[in-house]
């Protein structure tokens, strides 16, 4: 007799529909609730509608798209909770049924559940688009946000399918599907903390969070909302989504074959993970703690010593009773030295020494092809310059903060009086980026940032009404409430005062109030779109008397006092 291996098997498919129908109703309603029931609801209203893409708004995604981060961590969770048992571990895998069927099938039935309610409710969707008109959404948006939610709802289930087989019970599934999302973002959010409390002139590295955030599931779908119209995922993120969703539905399914029934109830589905658990919880809950209390590291080291090795300590016994399932873990001592020898070396790499250079090094002029300084946030892009003499004065500053005996050996000291940060880019010639940043006294500040706003350069490229990428959308005075229709008279008055005056004068530092003359308000947008859309922002620019060009414009074009 010709023996034939099934790949599918339709009883277990059917068996699990059946067994959690409920869930895939539930999950209808919520959706019908959140989309369909609203607009049915608001459908008379006045909609801030644009290109009549209603459905593709913050409005009817944001909610659907949070779902699609819980629902397939419930889907897998009900779904493999055969893995989980002992009793019905060995139940399911005495029946005839290879391993390979009962996970496709199992796999197939959790993706049917969670994609059935989207594609219905989408239908609504578009029957209520039909019977509108499209006034507000038309049938390919509906077919949009089948297809955004779809997509979130395949690439979520991949990683809850993957926790609940490298656990042994639903607890730790849950626990390790947040760190699979969290881990990277957590381990370099710890080390940060730690170097910005050690490492002087350390400057939060926006790249690597960047980097994180763009090969991270759970970001990548929330950020689908990520402005007023919400659009599908690119076409090369598509690809690489798609393809690192298989590969964890296919490395879940190796580990589902190697699974020994005897590990079901445990933390771990197997035994060589016990130790990588227990050193990712300890190392967690000690960052933890070394980030609520390393502000007393200066004035009592080693209280802080003693306050970090009980956190640490309680952690790594915590996690050696919940994973032998006793309460007898002092034989484990030695792994918990191990531990406590290699978070002490970390901390001493960042305090003793000067992390390789990171402290002192100032680049050299002809390597620098911009440079920037400044003192407060740049949402779009840091005020760079390329003038030689500015760049030149900028290492100079630079060279006296990385002055070696001026460093001081805690950098999150404080300082007893108002701070302010200074931050110091640098694009270099080989394309990498340096940066800086420095906590110094507000009076410090504006000394020198008056000097600094004697080059012109760094003053044009910080002051935004030199800023060429960006056009201007309306100016008004905040304290009429009059729109200035003039823009290019006013800018052109507005600049040269700004060229004339320096940083102090420019900013009000002073504080003199028989000086102020009115508020402006100009309202700007990008040039450059980000996933087709401009950024808009307002900038507030407080004038007083010794703004002399743009007060004598203001009382001869708008009639002010």
Not at 18 to 26: A, D, P
Not at 224 to 250: C, D, Q
Request: hydrophobic share 45%.
């Amino acid at each position: 007799m010709t023996s034939k291996t099934s790949f599918f098997n339709k009883g277990i498919y059917k068996s699990t529909l059946k067994r959690y129908m409920w869930g895939s109703v539930l999950y209808f309603v919520l959706l019908f609730m959140s989309t369909c029931l609203i607009f049915i609801m608001n459908s008379n209203s006045q909609f801030g509608t644009q290109d009549n893409h209603l459905i593709m708004t913050e409005q009817y995604l944001t909610f659907p798209l949070l779902l699609t981060v819980v629902v397939p961590t419930v889907t897998a969770l009900l779904i493999f909770r055969f893995i989980h048992s002992k009793k019905q571990s060995i139940f399911i895998h005495s029946l005839p049924v290879s391993r390979t069927a009962n996970y496709i099938s199992s796999l197939a039935s959790g993706l049917t559940l969670m994609l059935a309610p989207v594609i219905a409710n989408g239908l609504i969707l578009m029957l209520i688009s039909v019977c509108s008109g499209q006034e507000f959404f038309s049938a390919a948006d509906c077919v949009l946000w089948i297809a955004i939610n779809s997509m979130a709802l395949f690439m979520m289930f991949s990683c809850s399918v993957i926790s609940a087989n490298l656990t042994g019970n639903s607890f730790a599934m849950i626990v390790i599907n947040i760190l699979i999302h969290s881990f990277l973002f957590i381990t370099v959010a710890a080390l940060s903390t730690m170097a910005s409390a050690f490492l002087y002139g350390y400057a939060q590295n926006n790249d690597i969070f960047g980097f994180i955030a763009d090969n991270n599931f759970a970001f990548a779908v929330m950020s689908r909302t990520n402005g007023y119209f919400v659009r599908f995922f690119p076409l090369w993120e598509t690809i690489k989504y798609v393809a690192a969703s298989i590969a964890l539905y296919i490395l879940a399914y190796l580990l589902y074959k190697k699974r020994r029934v005897e590990n079901s109830g445990n933390v771990a589905g197997y035994k060589c993970l016990n130790h990588i658990f227990k050193y990712i919880v300890t190392f967690f809950v000690s960052m933890i703690g070394f980030a609520i209390f390393y502000m007393s590291i200066e004035r009592h080291p080693l209280i802080f010593a003693v306050i970090i090795a009980i956190i640490s300590a309680s952690a790594y016994a915590a996690s050696e009773m919940v994973l032998k399932k006793t309460m007898n873990v002092w034989y484990a001592w030695k792994g918990y030295v191990g531990f406590a020898c290699f978070f002490a070396v970390l901390i001493a790499l960042f305090s003793a020494t000067s992390f390789f250079g990171y402290e002192t090094r100032v680049p050299a002029e002809e390597e620098i092809k911009q440079a920037a300084i400044y003192n407060y946030y740049y949402g779009e892009s840091e005020p760079f310059t390329a003038s030689k003499a500015a760049i030149k004065k900028i290492t100079e500053v630079h060279k006296g903060f990385a002055d070696k005996e001026d460093i001081p050996a805690f950098s999150a000291s404080n300082l007893h009086e108002a701070t302010t940060n200074i931050h110091i880019v640098y694009k270099l010639s080989n394309g990498k980026t340096l940066s800086r940043q420095y906590e110094i006294k507000d009076k410090e500040c504006i000394a020198l940032m008056n000097e600094m706003y004697e080059y012109e350069d760094i003053k044009k490229a910080s002051e935004n009404v030199f800023n060429d990428d960006f056009n201007i959308l309306s100016i008004y005075i905040t304290d009429s409430g009059k729109n200035i229709k003039d823009i290019d008279g006013f800018v052109n008055a507005l600049r040269a005062d700004t060229l004339a005056l320096g940083y102090e004068e420019l900013r009000g530092a002073e504080g003199n109030e028989k000086s102020y003359y009115c508020s402006i308000n100009i309202s700007y947008v990008s040039k450059k779109k980000v996933n087709g859309q401009s950024r808009m922002y307002d900038d507030f620019v407080r004038i007083t008397d010794k703004y002399e060009n743009t007060v004598k414009w203001l009382k001869e074009n708008m009639n002010t006092k």
